[in-house]
């Protein structure tokens, strides 16, 4: 069974940096994309940043483009989220899933197996 472990969040000031990371167990990671997805309270999971699985392809949401960088080690099965200069609309918890875009859509491929998340607090 796969299990997703996040960390490396925390509480940062505006224009502050954070760097999570997402060990991922039970499974091979290179054989996945992976991606990143943020849940703000009141609102749906949605996809944050993805990377394709060599690495050499990924996706932002609009709202962190040029901010957050995604990268992975498959040799530790661990992806990671660069976070910089964040803001308070940022704040929210932080979680990591295989993915699959279809009609250019990012899917959880591990949909059953959400880790605890890490949470990212902003405050302005």
């Known amino acids: 069974q796969v299990q997703l472990v996040e960390s490396g969040g925390g509480l940062v000031q505006t224009g502050g940096f954070l760097r999570l990371s997402c060990a991922v167990s039970g499974r091979t990671l290179s054989t996945y994309a992976m991606g990143w997805f943020h849940q703000a309270p009141g609102k749906e999971r949605e996809v944050v940043a993805t990377i394709s699985q060599s690495g050499d392809s990924t996706y932002y949401a609009d709202s962190v483009k040029g901010r957050f960088t995604i990268s992975r080690d498959n ?43 890490t949470q990212v607090t902003v405050s302005s």
């Open 75 to 117: 040799a530790k099965n661990t992806v990671y989220l660069q976070m910089n200069s964040l803001k308070p609309e940022d704040t929210a918890v932080y979680y990591c899933n295989a993915v699959q875009e279809i009609n250019s859509y990012y899917y959880a491929i591990w949909s059953n197996s959400w880790g605890q998340g």
